[in-house]
T-cell receptor
Framework: NAGVTQTPKFQVLKTGQSMTLQCAQD?????MYWYRQDPGMGLRLIYY???????DKGEVPNGYNVSRLNKREFSLRLESAAPSQTSVYFC?????????????FGPGTRLTVT | QQPVQSPQAVILREGEDAVINCSSS?????VHWYRQKHGEAPVFLMI?????EQKGHEKISASFNEKKQQSSLYLTASQLSYSGTYFC?????????????FGSGTRLSIRP
């Protein structure tokens, strides 16, 4: 099993450009998440999807959109990139939410916006 | 509100013990602990639920004081492999819409 995979691993964008970060998991998990991590900081939740067909905003959703394409895939789109969106983006998945569960993280996408 | 972790950083010699604390201003349903090594993704260590239920992967212990809205992670007889940044995350409720809010981390360095 590959677990959680993310593409691309690295990306440089110019201000105003758009891009989509891809995430897929092969563990048949219901819930998926997108986090951003700024240098020396913790993880901040951007959006999450409790199940296929549903998405909800997290702590820092502004400037982002998401699509839960199917149970496996959860993409994050930046419509008009800004330097403040320079960060490392992690996708994660879990069997569910509430009660006992653990999140499995992908390797991350390092995004620089100039 | 983001939970507060202390200390922000700690340096140990191999074999020493450490305690990392996590506190919240809100009533908590659960506390999650993750470790992240430099340049890698966070990895699950433990979850503690209100009422005492818990699940963990390694020989790491933790406590959850529901009344004080605090949790502590205990690292005993530390090994070099324990180095990394430890994050606590908290949930204030149990529902399909609940989400983890992470603290800013505690950086742990183990020296031989």
């Amino acid at each position: 099993n590959a677990g959680v995979t993310q593409t691309p691993k690295f990306q440089v964008l110019k201000t105003g450009q758009s891009m989509t970060l891809q995430c897929a998991q092969d563990m048949n998990h219901n819930s998926m998440y997108w986090y951003r991590q700024d240098p020396g900081m913790g993880l901040r939740l951007i959006y999450y999807s409790a199940s296929e067909g549903t998405t909800d905003k997290g702590e820092v959703p502004n400037g982002y959109n998401v699509s839960r394409l199917n149970k496996r895939e959860f993409s994050l789109r930046l419509e008009s990139a800004a330097p403040s969106q320079t960060s490392v983006y992690f996708c994660a998945s879990s069997e569910g939410q509430g009660r006992i569960y653990e999140q499995y993280f992908g390797p991350g996408t390092r995004l620089t916006v100039t | 509100q983001q939970p507060v972790q202390s200390p922000q950083a700690v340096i140990l010699r191999e074999g020493e013990d450490a305690v990392i604390n996590c506190s919240s201003s809100k009533a908590l349903y659960s506390v999650h602990w993750y470790r992240q090594k430099h340049g890698e993704a966070p990895v699950f260590l433990m979850i503690l639920l209100k009422g005492g239920e818990q699940k963990g992967h390694e020989k790491i212990s933790a406590s959850f004081n529901e009344k004080k809205q605090q949790s502590s992670l205990y690292l005993t007889a530390s090994q070099l492999s324990y180095s990394g940044t430890y994050f606590c995350g908290t949930e204030s409720g149990y529902s399909s819409a609940s989400k983890i809010i992470f603290g800013s981390g505690t950086r742990l360095s183990i020296r031989p």
